[in-house]
């Protein structure tokens, strides 16, 4: 068996900040894309700006590389604005899905976010409903979003 990727800051390996924004261009193009609302470099250098204030990129290794990124974020979802920390931004490289990059990432998530005096996260998704159930969280409640639907999920306490 492989050994366990590790996670840590993205504020810590600054260097990957090019290749955050290539992954959240690929993953998310219709946001981030040449016609995309979306800032790619503001936001990726949000996320590497601090790892102890909102909001925080956390990136997942394994053997020196880098295999995917979460975030914790303040705000996600303005109908929603009075919940806070939310899991975003969560991506994982194709090759190293299905490995449990994802749920490494979410613990780490959910750590910082206890660091951080957090009680708990949210996450709103329409595509890791699955990966979120395995983690051990909880669907509270099913909206939709940008004409799609989408359910927003609690951490465990």
């Excluded at 590790?6 to 959240?24: M, N, S």
């Amino acid at each position: 068996m492989p050994p366990a990727a590790t996670v840590e800051p993205l504020a810590k390996h600054r260097t990957l900040i090019p290749q955050v924004a290539y992954w959240f261009v690929t993953e998310w193009p219709t946001w981030y894309g040449p016609n995309g609302p979306g800032n790619v470099q503001a936001d990726v250098e949000a996320l590497a700006a601090s790892e102890g204030t909102l909001p925080v990129g956390i990136v997942a290794f394994r053997d020196g590389v880098s295999l995917g990124i979460g975030a914790l974020k303040a705000a996600s979802i303005p109908s929603h604005d009075h919940l806070s920390p939310w899991a975003a931004a969560g991506f994982v490289v194709p090759a190293y899905r299905g490995r449990g990059i994802g749920t490494i990432l979410l613990q780490a998530l959910v750590a910082k976010s206890r660091e951080l005096g957090f009680a708990c996260v949210y996450c709103g998704t329409s595509t890791s409903e699955s990966l979120l159930v395995r983690a051990g969280w909880r669907p509270i409640e099913a909206i939709v979003h940008d004409n799609k639907p989408l359910t927003i999920f609690r951490s465990a306490a």
